[in-house]
């Protein structure tokens, strides 16, 4: 079956400065959509940006990633983190192909952002 | 408002007891979801509903049953509860198309402590 891989559990970052939050993901099917949903304290993950189109860039609110198939990569980053980034990050994937009804999703990483 | 309303949003159950948590959701959406979140497996995949029917089962247990009303509606049965239970339940919506990049609409929660 598919599997997302995120690798830090953790990362803390001061305030101003950039961040990378890493996904990896394994799939057999071609077809297939990638997601970054955000979850901040005691609120409902929503997502925050997705994307379905190898080698391109894809941004919302800051932040920005880009997929690509040839590294199985989607990978997180912020130019400048505010306060307000502080929240827990999900990578997640869904292939169109044995089951488009299921959303898998990485373990998340907590992002942790100090002034 | 909140378009994706879960019941109740916290939950106090027994060992052995048994629990329905509602979800409905005036989105219109096709396909419904249940995820759970706990600290030992954050966000992970249980069900998944489109025009009521089940499409996707990760779930091992037979304690935990789904149930569609209506098209809107899915909630989830818990049967002879185990402290291990004890997650925040979230249940999600999306249009339902089957398209890859199709995103999830989360509710807030419905947070379940089995003592």
Redo the contacts between chains.
């Keep these: 079956g598919d599997s997302v891989t995120q690798t830090e559990g953790l990362v803390t970052v001061t305030e101003g400065l950039p961040v990378m939050l890493n996904c990896t993901y394994q799939t057999a099917y071609s077809?297939?959509?990638f997601?970054w949903y955000v979850q901040y304290l005691n609120?409902?993950?929503?997502?925050l940006l997705?994307?379905?189109t190898d080698n391109k860039r894809t941004e919302h609110q800051g932040f920005h990633a880009t997929l690509h198939k040839s590294s199985s990569s989607f990978h997180l980053q912020k130019s400048s983190v505010q306060l307000s980034d502080s929240a827990?990050y999900?990578c997640a994937l869904?292939?169109?192909g044995g089951?488009?009804?299921?959303?898998?999703?990485g373990?998340?990483t907590l992002l942790t952002v100090t002034p | 408002d909140p378009k994706i309303i879960q019941k109740p949003k916290y939950l106090v159950a027994v060992t052995g007891s048994e629990k329905i948590l509602i979800c409905e959701q005036y989105l219109g959406h096709n396909?419904m979801?249940w995820?759970r979140q706990s600290a030992k497996k954050?966000?992970?995949?249980m069900f998944?509903?489109?025009y009521q029917k089940l499409?996707?089962n990760?779930t091992a247990s037979s304690r935990f049953q789904p149930q569609s009303s209506k098209k809107n509606h899915l909630d989830l049965q818990i049967t002879a509860l185990k402290p291990d239970d004890s997650a925040t339940y979230?249940c999600a919506s999306s249009p339902?198309q089957?398209?890859?990049?199709?995103?999830?609409?989360?509710?807030?929660?419905t947070k379940l402590s089995v003592l």
């Excluded at chain 1, 609120?43 to 997502?47: G, N, R, V, Y």
């Design positions: 077809d297939v959509a997601f609120e409902a993950p929503k997502l997705r994307s379905s827990l999900y869904r292939n169109s089951s488009n009804y299921k959303l898998t999703f373990k998340g | 396909a979801y995820y954050p966000l992970e995949f998944s509903y489109s499409m996707d990760q979230f339902g089957g398209v890859s990049n199709e995103r999830l609409f989360f509710g807030h929660g």
